[in-house]
């Protein structure tokens, strides 16, 4: 089908334009401030404010739970919230265990509704040049370094491991432990400090669970612009919430943690996933994303 959206009025993080989408099937064939194309049947979303539909961290997805139980959280934590895909990670405590855990997590979420990328959390021995083959191997979009004791940082061969993650550059994420958290002042700085002078690719910031992941997040992962953006050639993926005074200046992040009241229309892949209050839960919709290069999109 094709058809265009008029009036868009478009928010991305914290910019608002309004601009016209031309829309062929489940992508954006293009993006401009006017579409003349009388044949074409035309959209005006000029009562709504448009997003486009969030990714989100959840590293509490029930894999093992019944399908109802799966159901509900799935409509819960991500359709009602216009979220269309998520990462998680599985843990891995033995470097032969990494390729069977993936298979089984793809297993579990085979009734997914929307997109998923299935990353890794491990302690800081497991990161070794054998483990990162395998990772690259997976395609794996992110390794998390789950960090009890920061002295264990300063036993790793960075040299070695950036020379294992060239060239598909697959970033780490720290994850500090509380109680770390507590007895540090600066309990990243170590952490930064390690990643800036090897140059490692890596966040230097834990990602916030349950939070939409900006534009820098998501190029890092490698899944910019193909998710939540609404470029040319991008997948029909948005939000559309009522429009209202009290929401034409706030950003994006705001907008999806404080007036989730006024979110109306879910579009998932060019298909209608919530309209008003009615969700629809559409089983193995949802595709397993396949990374093929992280930041590999220039950000201007």
């Known amino acids: 089908m094709e058809y265009i959206i008029e009036n868009a009025n478009i928010l991305k993080e914290t910019k608002l334009t309004k601009t016209s989408l031309l829309v062929k099937g489940n992508h954006i064939a293009a993006k401009q401030a006017q579409i003349n194309h009388n044949r074409l049947i035309k959209m005006n979303a000029e009562s709504f404010i448009m997003t486009p539909s969030y990714v ?15 159901r509900k959280y799935m409509i819960e934590k991500f359709l009602l919230k216009g979220c269309t895909t998520f990462l998680t990670y599985i843990s891995v405590s033995y470097e032969r265990e990494l390729t069977e855990k993936i298979k089984e997590a793809k297993t579990a979420l085979i009734n997914s509704p929307i997109d998923y990328l299935i990353s890794v959390k491990i302690p800081p021995r497991l990161l070794t040049p054998s483990f990162i083959r395998i990772c690259k191997k997976e395609r794996v979009p992110a390794i998390f370094i789950d960090v009890h004791d920061l002295g264990e940082l300063e036993k790793i061969p960075w040299g070695w491991i950036k020379e294992a993650l060239f060239p598909y550059n697959c970033p780490l994420v720290p994850i500090i432990s509380n109680e770390i958290k507590k007895e540090a002042r600066k309990p990243l700085s170590k952490w930064k400090i390690i990643m800036e002078n090897e140059k490692i690719p890596s966040f230097l910031e834990e990602i916030t669970e349950n939070h939409p992941m900006s534009i820098l997040v998501l190029n890092k992962l490698g899944i910019y612009p193909q998710k939540a953006s609404l470029l040319h050639g991008a997948e029909v993926s948005y939000n559309l919430f009522f429009k209202a005074r009290e929401i ?53």
């Open 56 to 70: 989100l961290l959840d590293t509490s997805i029930p894999l093992n739970a019944s399908f109802q139980e799966f």
């Open 248 to 300: 034409m200046n706030v950003d994006e992040v705001e907008l999806f943690h404080y007036h989730s009241d006024r979110l109306v229309v879910t579009v998932n892949k060019g298909k209608v996933v919530r309209a008003g209050e009615e969700v629809l839960f559409k089983p193995g919709y949802g595709e397993y994303v396949r990374v093929r290069t992280p930041s590999y999109f220039a950000l201007s």
